[in-house]
Structure formats: structure tokens, C-alpha cells
């Protein structure tokens, strides 16, 4: 069998290719959406001189020694992406059926990396699995830290950046070297004085507006673009077919857009924030594009915003803490419901119908609500939703059992007045089960990488946490996440057709990992429904949006605002509360 018909073969059967020569890589297996892991090679060099190994599709790998260190012969650089055993390794040989040999390459390495993918795979053959092996790119297994839009608006923005943002021209002084040189200075001698240094600044200045002005104008054609080609995939949404877009065909995960995205206005602020046009060494970055986008959103839903949802750690308050008295967000969140706005705190802490634990972690923002007196018409604009969607609380003022005085707090919702019929249908049997099977996977991560955490197990989820202020890896983090969710993956398509599918959440929350039933997809669905706001009213600002957070689901349900620590989210807020409508009882005080 030729090489090409090994390759075409591949492809017929949705194989998984193990490729170790070097030569140019078959874009079509990529089409084909193949996985493919091939040898880096072994010249010492830069593994991206060579193809396939420096194609970004492909999973290139490296060989590593008995030391677990990178073998000294083994190709390296920005297009490895794993490296494994590769040195003294036996292998079978030609000759006869018992033929054996000790060799070392990035190919004996290779065929590890391959037998882990087709092992992975196996775990999860059913197309509901986003690592089904006859729809896995093998790219989506790179992007696990990406966001593909964000990367495509980075990587056009970088062409005017490498083209057009050149080094800056340096303001050449002279150096005092002797006196006559102090002399030609104060006496009028020849050397460059400072009317001279003047004007180079002078001719600096008049040379670097242009050149920054020209180069803003490029951004704000590409962002132009951008924003054309989102409305585009919009309208084809809107008609059923968002597939035929010329953005889903160039970022095929791209998400849904619930609203316009002004982002040639949105880069215009944030070049007056961060100069972006004017640096000269360091382009436009991850973070700058997701701020711009955070910012074209705000823009954009302002008028209509109904309702507004916020994940609680990392992006009300730090991870682990509490709302304190001090925060700069209790008069923004009490703004937003002066604009009629409905506020929900949606959080993956679960705390069946306990009150008590929510206002212990909100304590700060309902000590506020209660030294501001806020009447019980608008303190019935706050929610609290834990458990990403099963313990719904309202708040509003009520007696202290205690000490019998009229404080405010929050008030559990019995969930027969707001959870859908799906929901209910959730038998408590079958979700203790499903834990079970979450569980068992969780104890074999924490054995199998020595991890220094406990579980624990709620009613509704189950999880990893550390032990002692243990800092756990994110990669880590991520196994437990991915592993856990593929096994109960599998655990629900062996499941009989008696059982009701359970939807779940196993994701990373920073420095713990847990498995939670339902998810915020259905949390601000059901917030939608209980409080009548349609997808394009509705906004939620959280910090998980990669896709091993749990934020990352809300965005087929709702316009949303990916922030990194509670002070962005104070800035976002500075930028949303002055385009919000109050009502006329409301505007003098907000």
C-alpha cells in the first residue's frame, strides 16, 4: 500500500493517522476532519521547518529520555505539542513474528500519542460528544485555552500591526562630554543645544501623528469588517442557516449574537483608554479584543437590557471571599435595579433552600440594601440562583428570627413556581446515581495524579477541592474536567431509554473542579422565563468562558461579558450605567 492510499484509506474509514515522514502534509485529512499525530523529527532543530510536524492542525510530537527530559535529538520549538517516551524503547521489528527492537525517534514517540488519542476517542463514540472521533478537529484539542473569535479578530488585527507599526525614530541629543561642549551650550557654540533637541521632538511628533492615525484608520477597517460580517451570520441565523455565513465557514464555533456589535466604536474607546494604535512593539492582544467586544456589547443592549445576571467568584468578589461593605459594586448593582433592571446572581454554590449560606457569602451588599432602606418593590428586583439552576431566592425584607427585627435577606422560592416540566422530572434516585459514577471518576484522578485535595459531595454535585490552600495545576484541573465529563458521557449512552437524560456541568472553577447537575444554560433560561426576558434582554457577566468554565454555556442563551476580576467588572458597569433609562421615580436618586 502506497503512502497516499495509507492516507486515503484514513480518511474512507475516519481513522486516526500516525504520520512520521517529513513532507508536505495532506491539507485534505484536515478537511477531513482527522486526527493526526505526527513525528516532529529528529534534526535538533525547529520542528516548524519541517511539514506536517509545522502544520497547526496536526498534533506534533516530540520524543522525551528516561530523565523526562526533551532527547537531544528530538525537533522542538512552537509547533511541538506533547512530548513522550521516545529513547530505548522495544518495539516489534521485521524478520520473523518475534522479532524486537531497542529504538529511540520522535516515531517511536508518536505512536504513544497516537494509541492515547484512539484510546481517548473510544471512551466517547456517540456524536451528542463534542469529542466524537467522526467530528473531531483535531485543532479543538489546541483551542482548549482559545477563543476562536477573539483569535481571528487578533490575528487580522496583527497584519497592519507587522505591516505599518514600525519602531519609533529616536530624539538624537548630543552627550556632554567636556566643557567646551557645556560652553558651546550656554555660549552659543556649534554642538546641538537644546533648541536643536526641541526640534527633533518637534519633527518626532510631526512624524508619529500620522503614522498613528494612519494605523488607527487600518483597525478600524478590519473592526468595520467584523462587524458587517457578524450581522451577516445574524441574518442567516435569523433564516435558520447560520451555517452559510462567511464568519461561521471561517470560525465554524463561532457563537449566536443576540444583538449588533458596534466594535469599530468599541476599538475607538478603548484606543483612547490604551493606545493600542500608537504601540509600536506590542500588538493588539487577547485581552484588548475582549474588552472591546465587552465594551460593543455594553453599547449594544444597553436600551433594551431587562435582565442581568453575574457569576459570584472572581467576578463580584475574589475567589473564596465574601461580599464585603466596602465594595465599589454595591452602588453600580443597586443602580441596575434603580433602572428597573432585574439582578441575579447565578453561582454554582449549592445550598439547598439554605438562605442562610447565600447571606453569609452576600453579606456586605444586604447590609447596603438595608443602611439605604430600598423599598420592597426594589429589593424584589435581586435573585440569587445556586447550583448553577436548582435553588432559586428572592430578596426582600423579613423578621430576624433572633433578635425579631426588620433586616433584609433572601427568601427560597419553592421550585414547582419556576422550574420547567424537564426539570421536575428529574428523579432524586437517578441524580444520586449519576453523582456516583462522577464521584468514582474523581477519586481515580486524585489518586492517579497524587492530587492534594478531598471530595465532596452535595445533593446535587460533587467535586474536588484542595486541601490546606493546595494549589492544584490548571492542566490538572483540566483532566479532571475533561476525563470526568467523558465518562459520564458514556455512562448516559449506556443508560436505558427509561432513564431521563440529566443534564450536567463538570467544570474547572480556578483551584477546584465539580460536577453539578444542570448547568447555567439552564439557570438563565429559567430566570428568562420566570421573569419574562427574551435573549437579547438579557446579559450575564462571568469568568469562566473558556471551554472548561461554566459561564462558557450561557452564550447560546443570552448577550454576554467575559471579565477576568471583580474590578473589571466594576469598569463594565461604569460603562453600562450611564446609557440605562430610569424610571421617573427613580432617576433623581440613581
Request: charged share 20%; glycine share 8%; net charge negative.
Amino acid at each position: 500500500m502506497s503512502e497516499i492510499t495509507g492516507v486515503e484509506y484514513v480518511m474512507q474509514q475516519h481513522l486516526l493517522l500516525s504520520h512520521t515522514k517529513g513532507r508536505e502534509h495532506k491539507g485534505s485529512v484536515i478537511i477531513a476532519a482527522i486526527a493526526s499525530a505526527v513525528a516532529a523529527e529528529n534534526e535538533n532543530d525547529d520542528a516548524c521547518k519541517r511539514s506536517p510536524s509545522s502544520a497547526e492542525e496536526t498534533i506534533t510530537v516530540g520524543a522525551s529520555d528516561t530523565k523526562d527530559t526533551r532527547a537531544s535529538f528530538s525537533n522542538r520549538g512552537s509547533c511541538t505539542d506533547v512530548f513522550a517516551p521516545g529513547v530505548d524503547l522495544l518495539s516489534t521489528w521485521i524478520g520473523n513474528p518475534k522479532a524486537k527492537l531497542a529504538g529511540m525517534g520522535t516515531s517511536m514517540a508518536t505512536s504513544h500519542v497516537a494509541g492515547l488519542i484512539a484510546y481517548y476517542l473510544s471512551l466517547a463514540p456517540n456524536t451528542a460528544s463534542a469529542f466524537y472521533s467522526g467530528t473531531l478537529s483535531p485543532k479543538q484539542m489546541k483551542e482548549l485555552k482559545r477563543d476562536p473569535l477573539i483569535e481571528f479578530i487578533k490575528g487580522l488585527l496583527l497584519t497592519p500591526f507587522i505591516l505599518h507599526a514600525k519602531p519609533r525614530k529616536p530624539v538624537l541629543t548630543s552627550p556632554v562630554v567636556d566643557g567646551s561642549d557645556i560652553g558651546g551650550q550656554h555660549g552659543g557654540g556649534s554642538g546641538s543645544g537644546p533648541n536643536n533637541q526641541d526640534d527633533d521632538r518637534n519633527d518626532y511628533q510631526e512624524e508619529e501623528k500620522p503614522m498613528v492615525d494612519a494605523n488607527l484608520q487600518r483597525y478600524l477597517e478590519i473592526m468595520k469588517s467584523v462587524e458587517v460580517m457578524i450581522e451577516e451570520h445574524r441574518r442567516k441565523a435569523l433564516k435558520g442557516v447560520p451555517e452559510h455565513s462567511r464568519l461561521h465557514r471561517i470560525v465554524p464555533s463561532v457563537a449566536t449574537f443576540f444583538t449588533s456589535l458596534p466594535l469599530e466604536t468599541a476599538f475607538l474607546n478603548a484606543n483612547a483608554k490604551h493606545s493600542i494604535a500608537a504601540r509600536r512593539f506590542v500588538p493588539p492582544s487577547f485581552n484588548d479584543i475582549r474588552r472591546i467586544l465587552n465594551t460593543a456589547q455594553v453599547m449594544a443592549i444597553a436600551p433594551t437590557l431587562r435582565l442581568i445576571t453575574f457569576d459570584g467568584d472572581m467576578t463580584l468578589y475574589d475567589d473564596g471571599t465574601s461580599f464585603t461593605d466596602t465594595s465599589p459594586l454595591i452602588s453600580l448593582l443597586i443602580t441596575l435595579m434603580r433602572a428597573n433592571l432585574r439582578v441575579a446572581i447565578v453561582t454554582a454554590a449549592g445550598y439547598p433552600g439554605d438562605a442562610g449560606k447565600y447571606e453569609e457569602r452576600l453579606a456586605g451588599l444586604l447590609r447596603a440594601f438595608q443602611k439605604y432602606n430600598l423599598s420592597e418593590k426594589l429589593l424584589e428586583c435581586f435573585y440569587v440562583l445556586g447550583g448553577e439552576c436548582n435553588y432559586l431566592f428572592r430578596c426582600g425584607w423579613k423578621k430576624n428570627e433572633a433578635s425579631g427585627e426588620d433586616v433584609v435577606g433572601l427568601t427560597y422560592i419553592q421550585p414547582e413556581t419556576y422550574q420547567p416540566e424537564g426539570m421536575l422530572a428529574w428523579k432524586p434516585d437517578e441524580i444520586q446515581e449519576f453523582l456516583d459514577v462522577a464521584e468514582e471518576n474523581l477519586r481515580r484522578c486524585v489518586s492517579a495524579m497524587n492530587l492534594k485535595a478531598t471530595i465532596l459531595r452535595k445533593s446535587r454535585a460533587v467535586g474536588i477541592v484542595p486541601l490546606n490552600g493546595a494549589k492544584i495545576a490548571r492542566e490538572q484541573l483540566d483532566e479532571c474536567v475533561l476525563s470526568t465529563q467523558q465518562r459520564l458521557l458514556e455512562y448516559q449512552q449506556m443508560s436505558g431509554p427509561s432513564k431521563v437524560a440529566i443534564p450536567f456541568c463538570a467544570f474547572n472553577g480556578g483551584n477546584d473542579v465539580f460536577v453539578d447537575i444542570g448547568n447555567k444554560l439552564i439557570g438563565v433560561q429559567v430566570l428568562q422565563s420566570y421573569l419574562g426576558a427574551a435573549p437579547d434582554a438579557t446579559l450575564h457577566v462571568g469568568d469562566q468562558f473558556l471551554s472548561t468554565g461554566n459561564d462558557f454555556a450561557t452564550r447560546s442563551s443570552c448577550c454576554t461579558l467575559w471579565i477576568v476580576n471583580p474590578e473589571e467588572t466594576e469598569s463594565v458597569l461604569k460603562e453600562l450605567t450611564p446609557l440605562l433609562r430610569f424610571p421617573a421615580e427613580e432617576k433623581s436618586e440613581a
